[in-house]
């Protein structure tokens, strides 16, 4: 079973900065992609950034030059470091991991629980 747990939301104000991380853990020995996902109040989840276990990334334009995603495969944690942050980016934040290698064979889509990132004008 995997299960991945979120951290370091809050309340910040506009041009603020904040960082998430999340970890996951389970008999895991592999995580292809890693990424964070948002939905913000009445709209559908959005991909925010992912990143591979090779080290490449994508970002929504929304957000390129702002926020850094990273990942430690050793640990198998992956972070978003959000900077200048706007109150359109306000939303409930998913870690998501996909295509992971585990002791029963591969595991595909997994969710954490969200964290809130609130940023007031």
């Known amino acids: 079973q995997v299960q991945l747990v979120e951290s370091g939301g809050g309340l910040v104000q506009a041009g603020g900065s904040l960082r998430l991380s999340c970890a996951a853990s389970g008999s895991i020995f592999r995580i292809d992609t890693m990424g964070w996902y948002r939905q913000a109040p009445g709209k559908q989840r959005e991909l925010v950034a992912t990143?591979?276990?090779?080290?490449?990334?994508n970002y929504v334009d929304s957000v390129k030059g702002r926020f850094t995603i990273s990942r430690d495969n050793a640990k198998n944690t992956v972070s978003l470091q959000m900077n200048s942050l706007k109150p359109e980016d306000t939303g409930v934040y998913y870690c998501n991991a996909d295509r992971i290698g585990l002791a029963t064979g591969w595991g595909y889509n997994y969710w954490g629980q969200g964290t809130q990132v609130t940023v007031s004008s």
């Open positions: 990143i591979t276990s090779g080290g490449s990334t």
